[in-house]
T-cell receptor
Framework: DSGVTQTPKHLITATGQRVTLRCSPRSGDLSVYWYQQSLDQGLQFLIQYYNGEERAKGNILERFSAQQFPDLHSELNLSSLELGDSALYFC?????????????FGPGTRLTVT | AQSVTQLDSQVPVFEEAPVELRCNYSSSVSVYLFWYVQYPNQGLQLLLKYLSGSTLVKGINGFEAEFNKSQTSFHLRKPSVHISDTAEYFCAVSDGGGSNYKLTFGKGTLLTVNP
């Protein structure tokens, strides 16, 4: 158990819909990262938040957005869903600052768009 | 920009045989290297990491990796594998810039250990 929690575990929805994925980082971790894992694209970094502020963006679509709240949990919002958005979405957290570069991954949310 | 190449998409081996999973990276700055394992239907777990210091890094479950700067490689090795090592293995690189520790992953290598 990494200490990172993600809800829900599975999500099935229809094209055009909007969903919200939730992540709670490990206690004390200030950074949260979102990744997408799909068969064709592999593991891709989407976005990073550090202590409530967006810090880095990767291959995140404009239909996707994220935020980190004052209690440090994060939400990834996916809208106007397409079949190609079906994937595993991972959240990871790390203790930013100092020499701690390790990211701890949650169990993932499996999104199926039908 | 960073990139990671995992040279083998699948590696089948017999139980108790040695294994090497290959990883090459490219980066214009100092790098920090990681190997993660993903068991079926699970999230990623860190096996080992190279931040600095000794180029031979030992990780969990008997795995080790060697950082070779001149060859820009970070190959993962285990002298004797078990059935339970069957999983997908991902090599990743981070440039560790500021508070942005973005990981760039390779495509993964599926290790299948056969009896």
């Amino acid at each position: 158990d990494s200490g990172v929690t993600q809800t829900p575990k599975h999500l099935i929805t229809a094209t055009g819909q909007r969903v919200t994925l939730r992540c709670s980082p490990r206690s004390g971790d200030l950074s949260v990262y979102w990744y997408q894992q799909s068969l064709d694209q592999g593991l891709q970094f989407l976005i990073q938040y550090y202590n409530g502020e967006e810090r880095a963006k990767g291959n995140i679509l404009e239909r996707f957005s994220a935020q980190q709240f004052p209690d440090l949990h994060s939400e990834l919002n996916l809208s106007s869903l397409e079949l190609g958005d079906s994937a595993l979405y991972f959240c990871a957290s790390s203790q930013s600052g100092g020499l701690s570069y390790e990211q701890y991954f949650g169990p993932g949310t499996r999104l199926t768009v039908t | 920009a960073q990139s990671v190449t995992q040279l083998d998409s699948q590696v089948p081996v017999f139980e108790e045989a040695p294994v090497e999973l290959r990883c090459n990276y490219s980066s214009s700055v100092s790098v920090y290297l990681f190997w993660y394992v993903q068991y079926p239907n699970q999230g990623l777990q860190l096996l080992l990491k190279y931040l600095s210091g000794s180029t031979l890094v030992k990780g969990i479950n008997g795995f080790e990796a060697e950082f070779n700067k001149s060859q820009t490689s970070f190959h993962l090795r285990k002298p004797s594998v078990h059935i339970s090592d069957t999983a997908e293995y991902f090599c990743a690189v981070s440039d560790g810039g500021g508070s942005n520790y973005k990981l760039t992953f390779g495509k993964g290598t599926l290790l299948t250990v056969n009896p």
